[in-house]
């Protein structure tokens, strides 16, 4: 056992010694958090909006000072016509037009006019300003409030406020891990072999299984470092909750730590050269995580193909999981479909790495 310690030392002493490899570690975690968390964000703030109003009466201007007072939208103008607005909107001085009716008072009517070049934008855009004048119509004009045949009141569960980084934080985890954890453990075996040095470790008196996790092990206690790192970024910078407790989180980012370990080792069975880890590494977990993962894109929204091949992607379960934690306050034995996949994935690809290394070995 002594000896199974002085190689996972000696491989944290390469890795300390490293500085690019450092970096990769320590560094990018906190740059995908912060990178993520506010410049991809996908919530719409600092609205500028025109108004357009003919006849300035009181409910029209109580309406207005609604919309002043909401931090999502700042007036811009304030017009009697409509003629100035797609001017406005095309200079970019305004992002939406709101217009009232002639005679707003006895005959309530709004039009929204947005500058759609961005869908995505647009729709979250006209669902704030909706849901203002609903809540103002309901309040100013009880008149029209009652005359309706149906009222409907939107509820937004684990999420009111629509935050972004809600939705990203556990996608980042799920990126983190697998590229940290794959990447370096099949860069880090495949270059013992290119250097010609996997066959001085494998004649020691260590059996080379031990070995193999010497190499291992110091990726897996870096990989919880980042995994505590993240969730307290999270927590107090983007103010993530952690409804589902922090001890059923810390289990199920282990079981995917290690997955993404023996998925390192099985690429390091399969290539000889760190080029070709890398690439592979990158082609191959990158791209599928980032796009197949839920981590960006929903998968329900995905065509059936692409649905069904998502399942075989490690982050996917992992990222729904955490999302069902972190957000909805589930226990990790309300996702034991999900943790329970993680397990079979991870000893079907360990028991697979194994075997193919020893096969390499023979």
Sequence with gaps: MGVFAAFV???????????????ILLVMPVLMIVIFGFALSNEINNIDLAVVSSQRSETVRRLVARFESNPYFTVVGEYATARPIEPQLRAGKAEMAIVFGPDFDREPSIQLIVDASNPNIAANEVFYA???IREAMASEMPAARKEAVVTTHMRMLYNPQMRSSYNFVPGIMGLTFILISALMTSISIVREKEQGTMEVLLASPVKPIYIIFS???PYLVIACFNLLTILILAYFLLDVPMTGGIAGLCVLSLVYIVLS????????????????AMLGSVMLLMLPVMLLSGMI????SMP???????????????????????????????????????????????????????????
């Excluded at 894109?297 to 329900?300: G, H, L, M, R, Y």
């Design 130 to 132: 909706s849901s203002i």
């Design 297 to 300: 894109f929903p998968i329900e």
């Design 9 to 23: 030392r000696k491989e944290f002493l390469h890795i300390f010694r490293d500085k690019r490899t450092m970096l």
């Design 261 to 276: 370990l023996a998925l390192g080792l099985f690429i390091s069975t399969v290539v000889n050269t760190q080029a070709v």
């Design 304 to 362: 059936p193909l692409l649905q069904y091949i998502s399942n075989v992607i490690p982050a996917k379960w992992y990222i729904m999981a955490a999302r069902k934690m972190m957000i909805e306050g589930q226990t990790l034995a309300q996702v034991y479909v999900e943790a329970s996949i993680l397990t079979g994935m991870t000893v079907a690809l360990m028991a697979l790495s194994l075997k193919n290394f020893k096969n390499r070995l023979g």
């Design 215 to 217: 190499k291992m092990v």
